[in-house]
T-cell receptor, first 115, second 115 residues
Framework: GAGVSQTPSNKVTEKGKYVELRCDPI?????LYWYRQSLGQGPEFLIY????????DSGLPNDRFFAVRPEGSVSTLKIQRTERGDSAVYLC?????????????FGPGTRLLVL | DQQVKQNSPSLSVQEGRISILNCDYT??????FLWYKKYPAEGPTFLIS?????DKNEDGRFTVFLNKSAKHLSLHIVPSQPGDSAVYFC??????????????FGQGTILTVHP
């Protein structure tokens, strides 16, 4: 079956622009997570969705970052007024129900470069 | 505040030998630990996990050891194979309560297995 997919795989933008990153989770998975991986670091949690609702957005760095999951499947991470420090790989993961010991399956990530 | 630390950025091992990757954590609330493996341009892939009620979990060539008193875990790969060459991330979560499986990752260790 299909795994988690993310588009685009690469995104280059200019400082101050708006970007949208898309995540398509594994079919049937109700839990969806966004993580951000900066160069030389491990992934850092951004936000968790259970169905359509953001159950935990404590990892979003500031109000320029926003994510939605309107139908409980595909999710979009939106970044306004991008800054050079936003450059990173943005990873999406999904799990069946979001249980604390469930395996999270990761997509290949979107590599964002802000010039 | 790095709650999960992998102090060795890289490890080089000969094929057939044992690879030992180490991880330390500071948050005593963590009670579920995982290892993920990551190849370039791919997302992290789940490898093995351990709950805090155990001190060892084995899956084929992979064994994870947990020392709760020292807040330390390690991943042993025996025998190491060239295909094991990848970045290995240690991750931790709080297994109970409302953490929703939110993972906290270490910085990663690059493992290179030489033929």
């Amino acid at each position: 079956g299909a795994g988690v997919s993310q588009t685009p795989s690469n995104k280059v933008t200019e400082k101050g622009k708006y970007v949208e990153l898309r995540c398509d989770p594994i079919s049937g998975h109700t839990a969806l997570y966004w993580y951000r991986q900066s160069l030389g670091q491990g992934p850092e949690f951004l936000i968790y969705f259970q169905g359509t609702g953001a159950a935990d957005d404590s990892g979003l760095p500031n109000d320029r970052f926003f994510a939605v999951r309107p139908e409980g499947s595909v999710s979009t991470l939106k970044i306004q007024r991008t800054e050079r420090g936003d450059s990173a790989v943005y990873l999406c993961a999904s799990s069946f129900r979001g249980g604390n010991q469930e395996t999270q399956y990761f997509g290949p990530g979107t590599r964002l470069l802000v010039l | 505040d790095q709650q999960v630390k992998q102090n060795s950025p890289s490890l080089s091992v000969q094929e057939g030998r044992i690879s030992i990757l180490n991880c330390d954590y500071t948050n005593s609330m963590f009670d579920y630990f995982l290892w993920y493996k990551k190849y370039p341009a791919e997302g992290p892939t789940f490898l093995i996990s351990i709950s805090s009620i155990k001190d060892k979990n084995e899956d084929g060539r992979f064994t994870v050891f947990l020392n709760k008193s020292a807040k330390h875990l390690s991943l042993h790969i025996v025998p190491s194979q060239p295909g094991d060459s990848a970045v290995y991330f240690c991750a931790a979560s709080v297994a109970f309560g409302t953490s929703y499986g939110k993972l906290t990752f270490g910085q990663g260790t690059i493992l290179t297995v030489h033929p």
